[in-house]
């Protein structure tokens, strides 16, 4: 185990609604990761959190928001489902050194989201 | 634009023979990682092993090895004696730095079933 928890394990969601996943990172780590992995797809990088505040981000569009927070655990929100929405959500954590140099990235279980 | 290619996306295999999954990347950047991801049907994804564009020296870590070929980029993966735990999505996957921060893109992945 990588030590990445993230809740909840499933969820089911209508078309239109917002919903809010959590990830608590492995001790020691202050960076954070948010991934969307589609059925038969690789993970697609949705945004990055460091020190509270989001310092890369992938082609996904604003309804996908995050927060990070002094703890560095982190929130993924997303506003407005759509059917495509529907996929894994991988959330992953690693440690940012001086220089700019990360180590690996540690991944959590995922939530599994289907929105209907 | 950075891309990662998984060629085979299904392979299957007879416990104990060998088996390498393929991995080709494309980057413009001069400095760049290399990851091997293994992600069980319990969708957790499992760290292998990361490379930098620096160090092609070939890897064994007891039944996996890897080979690294920055003049084809190239950076295949294989299982010895490959065994029924084995079988697993791999995803192959290529960062950079940058922006600052680290942009992970993997691959579609490659379905392993090792066969008893």
């Known amino acids: 185990e990588t030590g990445v928890t993230q809740s909840p394990t499933h969820l089911i969601k209508t078309r239109g609604q917002q919903v809010t996943l959590r990830c608590s990172s492995q001790?020691?780590?202050?960076?954070v990761s948010w991934y969307q992995q589609a059925l038969g797809q690789g993970p697609q990088f949705i945004f990055q959190?460091?020190?509270?505040?989001?310092?890369g981000r992938g082609n996904f569009p604003p309804r996908f928001s995050g927060l990070q927070f002094p703890n560095y655990s982190s929130e993924l929100n997303v506003n407005a489902l759509e059917l495509d929405d529907s996929a894994l959500y991988l959330c992953?954590?690693?440690?940012?050194?001086?220089?700019?140099?990360?180590?690996?990235?540690?991944f959590g279980p995922g939530t599994r989201l289907t929105v209907l | 634009a950075q891309k990662v290619t998984q060629a085979q996306t299904e392979i299957s295999v007879v416990e104990k023979e060998d088996v390498t999954l393929d991995c080709v990347y494309e980057?413009?950047?001069?400095?760049?990682?290399l990851f091997w991801y293994k992600q069980p049907p319990s969708g957790e994804l499992v760290f292998l092993i990361r490379?930098?564009?620096?160090?092609?020296q070939n890897e064994i870590s007891g039944r996996y090895s890897w080979n690294f070929q920055k003049s084809t980029s190239s950076f295949n993966f294989t299982i010895t004696a490959s065994q029924v735990v084995d079988s697993a999505v791999y995803f192959c996957?290529?960062?950079?730095?940058?922006?600052?921060?680290?942009?992970?893109?993997f691959g579609i992945g490659t379905k392993l079933q090792v066969i008893p």
């Open positions: 992953a954590s690693s440690l940012l050194v001086g220089g700019g140099a990360y180590n690996e990235q540690f």
């Open positions: 001790s020691g780590h202050n960076t």
């Open positions: 959190y460091y020190r509270e505040e989001e310092n």
């Open positions: 980057t413009r950047d001069t400095t760049y990682y």
């Open positions: 490379r930098n564009s620096f160090d092609e």
């Open positions: 996957a290529l960062r950079d730095l940058k922006g600052g921060y680290q942009k992970v893109t």
